[in-house]
């Protein structure tokens, strides 16, 4: 246990519904990160905030995807109108800036019927 | 999009023989990382190296860099059945700490 919490573990939906993660991180941790991963694959970065500033999006990140960090603390990661597509791994990761290790969370496997 | 490629995709090995993966990445590094995965488990950080440092130890690991190469390998010593697992390389830009995460490298150790 990295101490970064994700929940929930599993989620199963039907194309065209929303779904919503959630990500606890190390408290003191000030850079939380948002990883997609398919099988067989290393992870890609979706987006990263700094305390509670959205630091950076990637480009894989479409409309449908958002993102937050309210206080700094706990973050969400919201899909909208899921696609098949979407099936994955989403990883969460925090960090103290400027110390170079990343801890990650057990992920949320999306299944998109 | 990832830029690390890692060789081999799949490794097999007898338990007690020594492992090695290797990594390739584009820009200039700050730093390089490697990090393990278990099935159906989260990523573990394992050995971070400097871009001013050849070779790095950890108990059974051994990481090097040749930053004119733009590689790194990473070798585990002894090899254990509960080191099966997915070995990720992931490098640092200089420009920004995003990290850049290679395919990995699947190892499974036979017993």
């Known amino acids: 246990d990295t101490g970064v919490s994700q929940d929930p573990r599993h989620k199963i939906t039907k194309r065209g519904q929303n779904v919503t993660f959630r990500c606890d991180p190390i408290?003191?941790?000030?850079?939380l990160y948002w990883y997609r991963q398919t099988l067989g694959q290393g992870p890609e970065f979706l987006t990263y905030f700094q305390n509670e500033a959205q630091l950076e999006k990637s480009r894989l990140l479409s409309d449908r995807f958002s993102a937050e960090r309210p206080k700094g603390s706990f973050s969400t990661l919201e899909i909208q109108r899921t696609e098949q597509g979407d099936s994955a791994m989403y990883l969460c990761?925090?960090?103290?800036?400027?110390?170079?290790?990343?801890?990650f969370g057990p992920g949320t496997r999306l299944t998109v019927l | 999009s990832q830029q690390g490629e890692e060789d081999p995709q799949a490794l097999s090995i007898q338990e007690g023989e020594n492992a090695t993966m290797n990594c390739s990445y584009k820009t200039s590094i700050n730093n390089l990382q490697w990090y393990r995965q278990n099935s159906g488990r989260g990523l573990v950080h394992l050995i971070l190296?400097?871009?001013n440092e050849r070779e790095k130890h950890s108990g059974r690991l051994r990481v090097t860099l040749d930053t004119s190469k733009k590689s790194s390998s990473l070798l585990i010593t002894a090899s254990r059945a509960a080191d099966t697992a997915s070995y990720f390389c992931a490098s640092v830009p200089d420009s920004n700490y995003q990290l850049i995460w290679g395919a990995g490298t699947k190892l499974i150790i036979k017993p």
């Open positions: 190296i400097r871009s």
């Open positions: 408290s003191e941790h000030n850079r």
């Open positions: 990761a925090s960090m103290r800036e400027w110390v170079n290790e990343q801890f």
